[in-house]
C-alpha cells in the first residue's frame, strides 16, 4: 500500500477531528489531532483557535517536525512542537491525539494513574494508565514529558499532570481510539471507585488479555 500523501490526511484528519466532538472529548477549541507523513519530515495538524465546524481538510496545515508552519492557511496549533517531539523521538507512531477530555483530566488533576481494574484497560493499554509531569507548553518540555513517560509503559495515553491527555498510534485513528478509550476507563474506574475499593487485575491476566487483543482481535 502507497503511503497517504498529504491531501488524504488532511482529509482523514478533518474527519477524526468530528469524532473527538462525536465522542465529546473536547469544548471549544481545545483539542487536537495530527498525523506524520510517511517519508517525509512533517506532519499534518489542527490549526490553532479555529471551531470545530469549520474544520475541513483545506484548513488542516502541515509542518515539519520542529512544529513550524510549512503549508497551510492559518497558524499551526499550540501544540505543534510537542507533536512534533513525539515523531521526531518514536518512529513507529504515526498519530498523535491531545484532548482535556473530563473524567481523564481529573485524573491528571491529581497526579494518579488509572490502575488497570478492567479487562477493556488491559486490552488497549496493557497495564496503567500513566501520569507524565507538569510541563509548560511551549520548547520541548510537553513533547519530551510525553515520550519520557510512554517510552516506559505499554499505554498508547499518559496523563499529563494538571492538564489533560496525550496518546499515540500507528495512525491518527489509532491514536483516537486510545483518546476514546482512555477516557471511557478514566469514567469507570473513577465511578467504580466512588463505590468501593476497585480490584486490581492479575499482572499475569493483565498479560493474557493485552497479548491476545493486540495480536489476534478484530477481524483478520
Ligand atoms: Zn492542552
Redesign the pocket.
Known sequence: MNAPPVQQLRETLAALHAELVRYELVTWT?GNISARVPGANLMVIKPSGIDYSDLTPASMVVCNLDGELVEGDHAPSS?AAAHGYVYREMIHVGGVV?T?STYATAWSARAEAIPCVLTAQADEFGGEIPVGPFALIGGDAIGKAIVDTLSQHRSPAVLMRN??VFTIGRDARAAVKAAVMCEDVARTVHLARVLGEPLAIDPADVDALYERYQSVYGQP
Open positions: 481545545s501544540d491531545h482535556h492538564h489533560g
